[in-house]
């Protein structure tokens, strides 16, 4: 092997790794809304198994997200898009209920968390 083609193969391994540590830290996308006396996120998660996203609800306002996903036994495995696992801290908008109900569900790869907001009334018009 040429000392250049052996440069060009340890520069594309150094990016694809750089890509992967980029989305395993910074991505995935998130939206966060308030509704209804709830704030919601939804976490984009393709690709991963509902059995292996682990959620938590820290005391210091903050819900943190890590996931992993199995990759098939045997052959080559070259990953460009989605990481075999990551974790994700969000420090929420607002103060949620302490000892609150959250809720979480999964579904088409989208995860679809629900925390009650503190110190919000819903209010019936009539």
């Not at 150094?14 to 910074?26: A, C, D, G, T």
């Not at 210091?60 to 989605?82: C, D, F, H, M, W």
Request: charged fraction near 30%; hydrophobic fraction near 35%; aromatic fraction near 6%.
């Amino acid at each position: 092997m040429s000392l250049t083609s052996y440069v060009k193969k340890e520069i594309s391994k150094k990016i694809e790794e750089l890509s992967r540590s980029f989305y395993e830290n910074v991505l995935p996308p998130v939206d966060i809304y308030e509704e209804g006396g709830y704030l919601n996120i939804d976490v984009d998660l393709p690709g991963f198994q509902k059995d292996k996203i682990h959620l938590r609800l820290t005391s210091s306002n903050e819900i943190v997200i890590e996931a992993e996903r199995e990759l098939p036994e045997g052959g080559v495995k070259y990953l460009t898009q989605r990481p075999k696992r990551l974790s994700r801290v969000i420090r929420l908008p607002v103060a949620v209920k302490k000892d609150s109900q959250v809720t979480a569900k999964y579904e088409n790869g989208v995860l679809h968390i629900s925390i009650p907001v503190e110190g919000t009334t819903t209010i019936k018009i009539e």
